[in-house]
Each structure stands twice: as C-alpha cells, then as structure tokens.
C-alpha cells in the first residue's frame, strides 16, 4: 500500500484529512477492522493520534502509546520545515520501517 496520503497530510497537513481517510476507505487494506470502524464513523473528526497509530500497525509496528506518542512528536516538528523539520522527516520514516 501507498501511504504517501496518510504521511502527507501527518507531515505537511496536506491533503485535507478528509481526503486522506475517504482514500484509505475505499482501498482493500489489511488493517483491524476496529480502525476502519472509527473511520468511517468519525471521518474527519477522526484523531490524528488515531491515524497515526493506524500508520503504526500498517506498517507492522506496535501502536503503543510510546510509539504513538513519538510518531506524533516527529510529525509535529516535521510540519515545522527547516533542517529540524527534515530530520524529524527522516526519523519518522526510520520508526516505520
């Protein structure tokens, strides 16, 4: 599966989040059905510490609150640019792979 929707909008805010979750819904992607549920029922009043813990598990990573919690982090200084915002990039990626 391509994330480059999901991390997108995690990363930079774009696209909408309401773009990103109508995407994820309407592609066969193994993922807990408990995700998909909230999805659909929250749309983009979805959490973001939501999307992000379903990055986690679509990666194969545990959605721990610690890992959760440390995606969020680098997505949020990765929104801020620069040199920092591009290094927290690449830890974000480095966590998922």
């Given at each position: 599966m391509e994330f480059e929707l999901l991390d997108g909008y995690l990363l930079r805010g774009t696209p909408q989040k309401g773009d990103v979750i109508r995407a994820i819904l309407a592609l066969p992607v193994p993922a807990p059905a408990g995700f998909y549920a909230g999805l659909r029922m929250l749309g983009d009043r979805t959490p973001d510490l939501s999307l992000i813990a379903l990055r986690l598990v679509l990666a194969g990573k545990k959605a721990d609150d610690e890992a959760v919690v440390r995606?969020?982090?680098?997505a949020e200084v990765a929104r801020t640019g620069g040199s920092a915002g591009a290094a927290a990039r690449a830890q974000y990626f480095a966590e998922l792979s």
């Open positions: 995606l969020r982090s680098l």
